[in-house]
Nanobody
């Protein structure tokens, strides 16, 4: 069983920065993709950023240039550095792990961490 535990959510003002962390534990392949998603009230869950085991990254257009995803494979931890935060970034942020190539062995979700950006 894989567990993902997020941390770092907070209430901040527009323009400030925040870093989220997600630690994965359990048994999973050393080939995997970790990602951050977010869901605002009344909206669908949307992809924010992904990072493969080799460090290849992908970002949603709305966060490109402001957010940076990174990972520490030795610690099985993924991070999301969020700069120049906007009120529109307010959401619950979820960590995701797709186990194996293209998630062949399944995917897992964290419980979410709240990020609130005030104007």
């Amino acid at each position: 069983q894989v567990q993902l535990v997020e941390s770092g959510g907070a209430l901040v003002q527009a323009g400030e920065s925040l870093r989220l962390s997600c630690a994965a534990s359990g048994v999973f392949s050393n080939i995997n993709t970790m990602a951050w998603y977010r869901q605002a009230p009344g909206n669908l869950r949307e992809l924010v950023a992904t990072i493969t085991t080799r460090g290849s990254t992908n970002y949603a257009d709305s966060v490109q240039g402001r957010f940076t995803i990174s990972r520490d494979n030795a610690k099985n931890t993924v991070y999301l550095q969020m700069n120049s935060l906007k009120p529109d970034d307010t959401a619950v942020y979820y960590c995701n792990l797709r186990d194996g190539f293209n998630g062949a062995f399944g995917q897992y979700w964290g419980q979410g961490t709240q990020v609130t950006v005030s104007s």
